[in-house]
Every structure is written in C-alpha cells, then in structure tokens.
C-alpha cells in the first residue's frame, strides 16, 4: 500500500526538481493518504477501494503542482540550487573533526621526522583521532540523507561514546604494549573497555529502528525488512559477531604473530559478508 | 429539491476554515480534513488538494508555521500552528464575513 501511495504521489510531481521542499511535501501527502487509508481499512473498507476512494478524493493538484513549478522555475532560474540536507552545523561539525585529524597527522608527521619511530608518530596522532572519530560519527548519524532520516541526537551521542570507549580501550592497550608490559595486562586493560561499549552497542542494536524514508525505489528493500524483522535482526547481529571478533582477531594474531600478516582476516570476513547475504537471500525466496 | 453547497463560494474562505480549525489546537493534513468533515457533518465534500493549496499559502504569508511530528508506521506528519498573524488574519475575516452575510441576506 505505501508503494502504491508512494507512487501515486511521485507521478503527481513528476518533472518538478527535486528540492527538498518537494520532497516534505510528497512525504506530507503521503503520510495523509496513508492515515487515510488506514482510516478507511479499519472501518472495513477493502484495501484496494480504500486507495482509489482516497487518491479520488485528493482532487485536482495541478493549481499545487503549478505553484510549486514556478517557485522552482525562478530558483533555478536564480541560480539557487535546492536546499541541501547538510545543514550549518553539519558543515561545522565535519569541518571541525577534518581538521583535528588533519593536525593530527601533521603532529604525527612532525615526530615521526623528529624521532623516525613510528610508534611515537602513532602515540601523537591517536588523542586527536580519539577526538575527530566520536564528532565524526555523531554527525554522521544524525545526518538526514535523500533516503534516510538523521537519528536522534541522543543515539547518536550512545553511539559515539560506545565508539569512543572501544577506542579509549584499544589506545590504552596499545600504549601498553609499547611499554612491554606482559600479555595477561593488555587484555586485562583492553576487556573492561571492550564489555562497557559491547554492552551499549548490543543495546542499540536491538533497540534500532529503521529510518528509512517512504521512496519508490528504496520500497523493495524495505518492505522486506519489515516483512520479516526477526530476519532482519538475526542479518545484523550474525554481520556484527563477524566483525567484532575479525577484529579480535586482527589484534591477537597481530600482537601474539605477525603485523604482517593478520590483516588477511579483513580479507576473509569481507568475503564472508556475501555469502551471509546468499544464505539469506535464498532463506528470503523460499 | 435538497440544496446544494457552492463550492466556489466556499473555496474563498479555505483559508480561513483552516485557520479556524488551527485554533483549537496545531493539527496535520488528514486531521484537519477530517475536523472539517465533521464540523459541516459530512456535507461539504473537500478535495484535500484545496487544503494543500491552502496551507502552502498561509504559510508564505507567516499566519501559521509548521513543523514534524514524531514517526509513525508510514513515515512523519508535518503539524500545523497558527501564528498571532494567523489568529488577526482569522478575526478580520470572519468580521468580513459576517458583514457579508448580513448583506447578502438583505438582498437574497
């Protein structure tokens, strides 16, 4: 049904730019019809008779739609382009985190001329990731997209922290090992750190909600993610143990072998997301 | 013969039934639609694409603002609220109107 809305309502407005205030207000009628229909089917109407009765009685768009291309005509014709979702504090943010990092690696680079160690270069580049990599992030969730809402600021804010913890963790463990303290400490360092941001993480990841926006091409995808969420969920969870523990991995094989080597564990869990998504598909058709 | 309604008489006033409706509380698309249904029980069949027309007006010219509720099952309601321009807009035409009336019934 919130296809056959969608794409009502997308053949009303075709040939408009696609602003984003075009986009609100397809969105806007969209949600009504849907409310609408809704309505309708809960007082026993037939799906089917519902959506036209509504769309019928949506009436005649065209003084709406030839307002709206005006509107878009002179703002084209302006040169304004249509508003965009990165919005001034988004800017901001993404500006603010770049630059850390990129003083960052000038720090880094500076010391690592200085003392030709790369190890000091990374101990004077890492505060500043610990700083760029949470504002990153934040900004990053709370980002709305043409396909997507932003999260709500205080998620977003969980997210991060529980990123920032890991890192905090990873950092603490790596100066560690630096030092040459043993085995048994690094992991006794790094657990804590590791168990209060999985904790947050597997937190969030039960409680997510999709934030997908109503669009007629993206409607496939998330139709079938409604359809069944208990798949969707189990998808997710299986994606996320491969990666925890490819990194674990990464880490282990890393400090107890070879550098060189334990980066091929990358390798494999990417090639085993495809075969996640092939189990799944084939488990999905049946 | 049962009487009709003139659409056309009643589409100059949109505007101010929105308005109207907004000062009870701010309210979304198919709210109002509904609260105006009721209102004239059921007689004066709107199209929702007048309301549309309307809202884009009111909204240009400052007499309500509008912001998004919260997500539902089928995606976010955008809410209406009428501004202090809104409320005067309202006032002056309903005075009008009434003046209007009270001629009109002289003369018909």
């Known amino acids: ?286 | 013969m049962a009487a009709k309604i003139s659409s056309d008489l009643l589409r100059g006033h949109t505007d101010t039934i929105v308005l109207g409706i907004l000062l009870e509380g701010d309210s979304y698309g198919y709210e109002i639609y509904k609260k105006i249904m009721d209102k004239s029980g059921g007689l004066y069949q709107l199209k929702e694409a007048t309301l549309y027309s309307s809202y884009r007006r009111l909204e240009e010219d400052g007499c309500i603002t509008s912001y998004w509720g919260d997500e539902t099952q089928g995606g976010r309601r955008k809410y209406y609220h009428i501004t202090p321009i809104g409320e005067r807009m309202y006032q002056s035409n309903k005075e009008d109107w009434e003046f209007t009336k009270s001629i009109i019934d002289k003369l018909i």
């Open chain 1, 1 to 286: 049904m919130k296809d056959q809305i969608r794409t009502h309502v997308d053949r009303l407005f075709v040939g408009i730019h696609e602003t984003k205030q075009l986009q609100e207000l397809k969105e806007e009628i969209s949600t009504n019809l849907l409310d609408r229909v809704n309505d309708s089917v809960a007082r026993g109407v037939a799906p089917e008779l519902a959506f036209h009765t509504a769309v019928e009685e949506l009436g005649d768009m065209t003084e709406l739609v030839d307002s709206l291309k005006a509107a878009s005509e002179t703002k084209w014709a302006h040169g304004y382009p249509s508003r965009p979702f990165i919005d001034r504090s988004h800017v901001l943010g993404y500006i603010t985190a770049s630059v850390v990092v990129l003083l960052g690696l000038l720090v880094g680079g500076y010391s690592y001329l200085q003392e030709t160690s790369i190890a000091t270069a990374v101990l004077y580049f890492v505060p500043f990731l610990l700083v760029a990599v949470p504002v990153f992030m934040y900004f990053g969730l709370t980002q709305e997209t043409r396909h997507d809402y932003g999260m709500s600021s205080r998620r977003s804010l969980a997210y991060s922290l529980a990123t920032e913890i890991l890192i905090l963790g990873l950092a603490a463990s790596a100066l560690e090992f630096y030092q040459g303290h043993p085995w048994s400490m690094l992991i006794l360092t790094l657990g804590p750190f590791v168990i209060v941001s999985a904790v947050i993480f597997i937190y969030l990841g039960l409680t997510e909600k999709s934030r997908r926006k109503m669009g007629s091409q993206w409607q496939e995808e998330w139709v079938s993610y409604y359809s069944d969420p208990h798949t969707a969920m189990v998808r997710g969870s299986i994606s996320g143990a491969l990666w925890i523990l490819s990194i674990a991995a990464f880490f282990i094989i890393g400090f107890v072998g070879s550098w060189a080597y334990s980066w091929i564990v990358f390798v494999i869990a990417v090639g085993c997301e495809p075969l996640i998504e092939a189990y799944f598909a084939a488990r999905r058709k049946r």
